[in-house]
């Protein structure tokens, strides 16, 4: 293939010099003689013939010998094959003589109509050959013009997939954002349930505290001390006012509570566009483990080991959702009743974040895969398969690592490295 | 395409023997030279052999003069049979008036023959004929071999039924059928020749004469 498109490249645009006629045609006797050394031809025949002589062509035309035409010739005829091609005269030279020098000539002749055919036939096939291989290289030309475009509307088409394929995974992540935030909300909602719960019960009792001394009111207007403070006493205001202070106070931290979930879920509120902040990352391991501790306190115990870390500065919100992700993905490999442990650590440059469970563990032929997108060993539908894939790429883009040991059926532990600087 | 020739009163009329390899083109050629007496032939002119395979091709020229004096001159070829030579095949075959195919009667020869058939439909399309109007006698050599060696007529009569050409059986070795086919040619190739050139207007003459004056009856 390459040889032969060289070989045609040095061809390209040159033509054969020789252009080839009919090797089958008939040759007059010019044609003939043209390979033979006229003049040494000249000089054998007057040697043979004894003197001047001429040679005519078919057309009675002189092609060697005496220029003057002689008055009464000897004649012998020269032909070759059926063709009369010419006359060899003589005035000299007895007939004898003369016709074995124009058999010579034939001799000669057909020697040289051999060697003509051959050569011609020769040419016209190698023009033919020439012709034959400009005719495959357009051939391959076309080919090559026709692969060329079909390679380029493949990679055209390509690209084309490639654009989808990253406008789906997009559509995955968001969904995948989305749906930790939908876990968060539901983590959040008890967690503001609670102490709502609380404060609107502390609320009625207050309601029953100022009936109650509503009605001492009444008593009072009479103006009878004794009959008031019997009163006093028997609606026991004196343990009332202590529980109204105590049922105040419950109250007010109540509302701090929800004050303080409101405000660490800002961090979560804007994924998307959030900003770079400068943060102490227990507290957001905190406020995830609250998130979790909301919708798992019946069958986790959540540990908590936080050591002092610097402040650094990141994006909160992506990485509440990393803390999340692996603290859901923890509770979800305990079954029935276990155990989530969450530490921090200054380790050298870097600061550590542990979250490990004592949960089913991953079989080791999945921990190679573990990050891989869309990979995931829950049922279709319960996940997209993405959340440690979002997971890496966040603790990646802040220069960090994730790294996962685990051993099947004694849980796993997943560290979050971040550099501390 | 036969030349005509005004200035040297000439017509030339080119005769290709074509087929496969070593199926007795030559030697069809070679029986002609011996059993024909036409006015004028030629000595044959064997360009080339390799063991007494052709190379080139061979020539043998035969003629006749006309009443009116002119020069019809028949130049009869052979291709090379070998499957290698096909442009030296084909280049022969141009301009051919008419064509014999030699076919090689033996059994263990048909894939050959029927590659050759289509070799020549092929190089006549590529020279520029038209196969269909073409003459064409198709002859089956070797009947001079055993019969078990050989088809029999009935096999490759029957098998060539369908087609138009004329068959002839021939065993050109000893010169059996070698006249015949180059008498079915002339017969097809003579009414384009009258059309041309018009030999039995101008020329005075006539197939029946045409025919006898090649032959040399």
């Known amino acids: 293939m390459l040889a032969s498109r060289l070989l045609s490249a040095l061809y390209w645009g040159t033509e054969l010099e020789i252009t080839p006629l009919p090797f089958d045609r008939d040759l007059n006797l010019q044609e003939l ?27 009675g035309r002189r092609l060697l010998g005496s220029e003057e035409p002689y008055a009464q010739p000897r004649r012998a005829e020269i032909h070759y094959d059926l063709d009369l091609l010419g006359q060899l005269e003589s005035a000299s030279a ?26 011609e036939l020769h040419i016209e096939t190698v023009h033919e050959d020439f012709a034959a291989l400009q005719q495959k290289h357009a051939a391959m030309m076309e080919s090559e013009a026709r692969y060329k475009a079909l390679s380029e509307e493949l990679e055209a088409r390509v690209r084309e997939q490639v654009k989808i394929i990253e406008s789906a995974q997009r559509q995955l992540y968001q969904a995948e954002k989305l749906a ?144 999340l992700n692996l603290l859901l993905n923890a509770a979800q490999a305990i079954v029935d009743q276990g155990r989530i442990e969450v530490s921090s650590e200054v380790a050298g440059s870097e600061v550590h974040i542990r979250i490990s469970d004592n949960g089913c563990g991953i079989p080791e032929m999945n921990l190679d895969r573990l990050f891989d997108p869309f990979f995931t060993t829950r049922q279709v539908g319960s996940g997209t398969g993405l959340g440690l894939t979002v997971c890496r790429d966040i603790v990646q883009a802040h220069g960090g690592r994730i790294e996962v040991k685990s051993k099947e059926g004694m849980g796993t532990t997943f560290t979050v490295i971040l550099p501390a600087g | 395409m036969a030349e005509f020739d005004e200035v040297n009163r000439k017509i030339t009329i080119k005769l290709v023997y074509y087929g496969p390899a070593q199926s007795g083109k030559t030697t069809n050629l070679m029986r002609l030279h011996d059993l024909l007496a036409p006015d004028l032939k030629g000595e044959i002119m064997t360009l080339e052999t390799q063991n007494d395979r052709t190379l080139f091709f061979d020539l043998l020229p035969l003629g006749f003069r006309t009443p009116s004096g002119w020069l019809v001159k028949l130049k009869l070829f052979t291709v090379p049979g070998q499957v290698a030579h096909d ?60 019969e078990a060696q050989i088809f029999s007529e009935n096999e490759i009569r029957q098998r060539w039924s369908q087609t138009p050409w004329p068959l002839v059986f021939s065993s050109a070795l000893v010169g059996e059928g070698v006249r015949e086919t180059l008498f079915k040619l002339l017969e097809q190739v003579y009414p384009a020749l009258d059309r041309l050139f018009g030999l039995q207007q101008e020329h005075d003459v006539g197939q029946q004469a045409f025919i006898s004056a090649v032959l040399g009856d």
């Open chain 1, 180 to 323: 930790s935030i939908g876990q968060l909300a539901a983590g959040v909602a008890h967690e503001i349930n609670n102490p709502i719960g609380f404060i609107r019960s502390n609320l009625s009792t207050a309601q029953q505290y100022v009936s109650k001394l509503g009605a001492l009111e009444s008593v009072m207007q009479t103006g009878n001390m004794a009959q008031f403070q019997s009163a006093w006493k028997e609606a026991g205001i004196a343990f009332l006012l202590e529980d109204f202070t105590a049922l105040l106070g419950e109250s007010v931290d109540g509302a701090d509570r929800v004050t303080k979930i409101v405000s660490d879920l800002k961090g979560f509120s804007n994924v998307d566009q959030a900003e770079e902040e400068i943060v102490d990352l227990n507290d957001n391991l905190r406020f995830a483990c609250n998130m979790l501790a909301g919708q798992t306190r019946d069958k986790v115990e959540l540990v908590m080991e936080l050591g002092d870390l610097p402040k650094i500065l990141c994006f909160p919100g992506h990485l509440n959702q990393v803390f």
């Open chain 1, 33 to 59: 003689l043209a390979g033979v050394s006229l003049e040494r031809l000249g000089g054998i025949l007057k040697a043979l013939l004894g003197g001047d002589f001429r040679l005519l062509g078919a057309d």
């Open chain 1, 94 to 119: 007895d007939e004898a003589r003369l016709s074995a020098a124009a058999a010579m000539i034939e001799l000669m002749l057909r020697l040289s109509a051999r060697y003509h055919m051959a050569a």
């Open chain 2, 87 to 146: 442009a030296t095949r084909k280049a022969v075959l141009s301009r051919a008036d008419g064509v014999v195919f030699v076919a090689d009667s033996q059994r263990s020869q048909s894939v050959n023959n029927a590659e050759a058939f289509q070799n020549l439909e092929e190089n006549v399309q590529r020279v520029g004929m038209d196969f269909s109007h073409m003459p064409l006698v198709v002859q089956f050599n070797k009947r001079d071999l055993p």
